[in-house]
């Protein structure tokens, strides 16, 4: 089969790299399907019997990707920048694993920072002071009147008592 | 008791203070996501979800769907000034509306919008009303085949019918449907890939994953095209009033988009994007003025809002009645119901008509609402397009995780949270539409208890599931719908299915 596909870089390893994370992705339900204790019961289905079914489906659809990968290359995409996503996913991997120390409002401080800053914020002073004030808000009106229980820190400790 | 005498006991629920004031916050709150480019209805909704875990059902659901309409009316006004639809079913209005307000014509562009938006989702929202009691009717004789075939349908209009390509559809559906599978199984009381995770046991939030890629995956892909170069946005010049003429042209344009809008909206047919784009088509075919097409004919602006409105309210008529969400907020609508341990379907009719019948009647006064809102004080919106970007996304995040933080915040969830925006991201960068991986994590579970129940039924003769007439004309439904667009798509005709695509509200 002669490849069509003029536009696109070949070949086209996005849809390589897809494709196979979709084979794997179906092997393991298949995998799953056939390893959990499978009663059938009245129905002839049992528990295993759909993720087995989703899992071979997906494997093919990941072979279906890698052959119009190959047959059809997808034009190039347009360029990534890479350091607003640093900056993005940084804030949200540390936010996530501080949380529970730091507390609601110092968390949401960091999770504003470092998405103003992936957005081309560089007046970093004024965008931690309007984090904390955000913060300070959400919690008082989620967590204080709406009974939304928010991870508390030092300062919801030191402010709101609880 | 008929329709009509339902309709007023709902009406009189709906003038409650408390209810009133949930319908307002819902139509404000509507409004401003719909008028904010990067956040939609979907994610709203998702983001209130625990939020309201404590507060009034009925007040709650009502909130939700003055959202949902809110949202719809909100998009037009981006479109027209920003030339960036705030939301995806607005991305026709974008074409003519836009136009018209670089030639200093905004305000009647944005008057029909709102007008024709609240024409279309009066007379939407009063035959949802009346029709929703022939459908409960007629779903009183569906069993578990003929749902699993209904949502077959549905899996394969939402994720395979419209869009770029069949193969990514079905990709998104497919990961939505993998993803439904974690937890344990409903019927048995298995643990089905949770890998001895004790937090995995209770499955993926619809939450946690709508905020991951509708906010998180949203801002990444954003994020990472660079810096904002984007047109500033447009000043409203003139009165936001019509002229006689622009009346003249624009009511027949209202109607068509109502009619076209409402049946699309109400079948399991994909949602109000197709609505509003197969409507701009419609007009650009009928219209008495070709030559202004493309350089902004007003009917270009008043069908496509009025279609997607109508299509907004035509949405509620599956999901009251037969619990089936068609688009990614009704499927998140639908998660709201099941919160408040209520399912939706022809028994909730029977249940709780007090709650369906005043949620239906407060989307009439909801739509009032929303007139006012969006007419007199649409430069009070306009505000919200100048708030700077960083500012913007700084906020919607920290919003979006909210959510999470507040009713589950396990490092296993918030670690889910980023690892589904990074999925996001990817999936949004090849182009592979999002809508249908949430609507595969909810109605994969229901779809799949329907197939076992059926089957149970029938002691495993899988050819039950074709031999009930209603069942298997759905089923032969949802082989067109996935076959005919691969056909088209072959011959190279699949343009127009293209741009039809990736509904994500």
Redesign the interface.
């Known amino acids: 089969m002669t490849p069509r596909g003029a536009e696109g870089r070949r070949p086209d390893g996005a849809a390589f790299v897809i494709g196979a994370a979709l084979v794997a992705l179906g092997a393991l339900l298949v995998w799953e399907g056939g390893r959990i204790p499978n009663k059938q019961g009245y129905a002839g289905v049992g528990p295993g019997d759909v993720p087995w079914l989703v899992g071979w489906v997906l494997v093919l659809l990941g072979f279906g990707t890698v052959w119009e990968g190959w047959r059809n290359p997808a034009p190039p995409r347009p360029r990534q920048q890479a350091v607003p996503l640093v900056w993005l996913l940084g804030g949200m991997v540390v936010m996530v694993a501080t949380i529970h120390w730091i507390g609601f409002v110092l968390g949401a401080t960091i999770l504003f920072t470092c998405a103003a800053a992936a957005f081309g914020e560089r007046r970093f002073g004024l965008a931690v002071v309007s984090g904390l004030v955000l913060g300070f808000i959400i919690y008082g009106i989620f967590d204080v009147l709406l009974q939304l229980n928010l991870p508390a820190g030092p300062i919801e400790m030191l402010i709101f008592g609880r | 008791m008929d329709t009509f005498g339902f309709l007023m006991q709902g009406l009189a629920t709906a003038f409650e203070p408390m209810m009133l004031l949930y319908a307002l916050v819902g139509v404000v709150l509507g409004t401003a996501v719909g008028v904010l480019p990067g956040i939609g209805p979907a994610l709203t909704v998702a983001l209130l979800l625990?939020?309201t875990y404590?507060l009034d059902p009925a007040g709650s659901l009502i909130m939700f769907a003055g959202i949902y309409y809110g949202g719809m009316y909100g998009g037009s006004t981006t479109s027209i000034l920003l030339n960036t639809p705030g939301e995806s079913a607005s991305v026709i209005t974008a074409l003519e509306g836009n136009k018209m307000a670089r030639a200093g014509r905004g305000g009647p562009a944005l008057a029909t919008a709102a007008i024709g938006s609240f024409v279309a989702g009066l007379i939407a929202t009063l035959l949802l009303a009346f029709l929703a009691p022939h459908v409960v009717k007629l779903a009183l004789v569906f069993g578990p085949r003929e749902y699993f075939a209904l949502m077959v349908l549905a899996f394969v209009t939402v994720s395979a019918a419209f869009g770029e390509?069949a193969?990514k559809g079905?990709?998104s559906l497919?990961?939505g449907?993998?993803l439904a599978?974690v937890g344990i199984?409903q019927?048995?009381g298995?643990?089905?890939?949770s890998f001895g995770v004790p937090q995995l046991l209770d499955g993926v939030e619809v939450t946690t994953l709508a905020v991951a890629m509708f906010a998180?995956g949203e801002?990444?892909f954003?994020?990472?095209?660079?810096?904002?170069h984007g047109a500033g946005v447009l000043a409203i010049k003139g009165r936001v009033r019509m002229t006689a003429q622009d009346w003249a042209r624009s009511w027949k344009a209202w109607l068509r988009g109502t009619a076209i809008g409402f049946p699309i909206g109400s079948m399991p047919a994909g949602g109000a994007d197709i609505a509003s784009f197969l409507s701009y088509a419609t007009e650009r075919n009928m219209t008495r003025h070709p030559e202004e097409f493309g350089k902004g004919a007003i009917e270009g602006v008043a069908g496509p809002e009025a279609a997607n409105n109508a299509a907004a309210a035509g949405t509620l008529v599956p999901l009251l009645t037969l619990g089936l969400p068609t688009t990614a907020t009704a499927a998140i609508m639908l998660a709201g119901f099941q919160q408040f341990g209520l399912q939706p379907g022809p028994l909730l009719f029977a249940s709780a008509p007090q709650l369906v019948w005043g949620l239906i009647a407060s989307l009439l006064v909801a739509n009032v609402m929303l007139l006012v809102l969006n007419l007199p004080l649409i430069r009070f919106w306009v505000l919200l397009l100048r708030i700077?970007?960083?500012?913007l996304?700084?906020?919607i995040?920290?919003?979006a995780?909210?959510g999470t933080?507040?009713?589950n915040?396990s490092?296993v969830e918030?670690?889910m949270?980023?690892i589904f925006?990074?999925l996001g991201?990817i999936m949004r960068?090849?182009?592979y539409p999002i809508a249908p991986v949430v609507v595969g994590l909810i109605l994969g579970p229901m779809a799949?208890q329907q197939?076992?129940?059926a089957?149970?039924i029938a002691?495993?003769?899988p050819m039950t599931l074709v031999q009930s007439p209603i069942a298997a004309v759905l089923l032969g439904l949802a082989l067109v719908a996935l076959v005919v667009p691969m056909i088209l798509r072959a011959r190279g005709r699949g343009d127009a299915l293209a741009q039809i695509g990736t509904a994500e509200d």
């Open positions: 625990p939020v404590g390509s193969l079905l990709v497919f990961v449907l993998a599978l199984d019927l048995t298995q643990a089905r890939l998180l801002a990444l954003v994020a990472a095209q660079g810096p904002d700077p970007q960083p500012w996304y700084g906020g995040l920290v919003f995780t909210l933080l507040g009713v915040p490092v918030l670690s949270l980023v925006g990074t991201y960068l090849y182009g799949e197939l076992r129940r089957l149970a002691q495993g003769d």
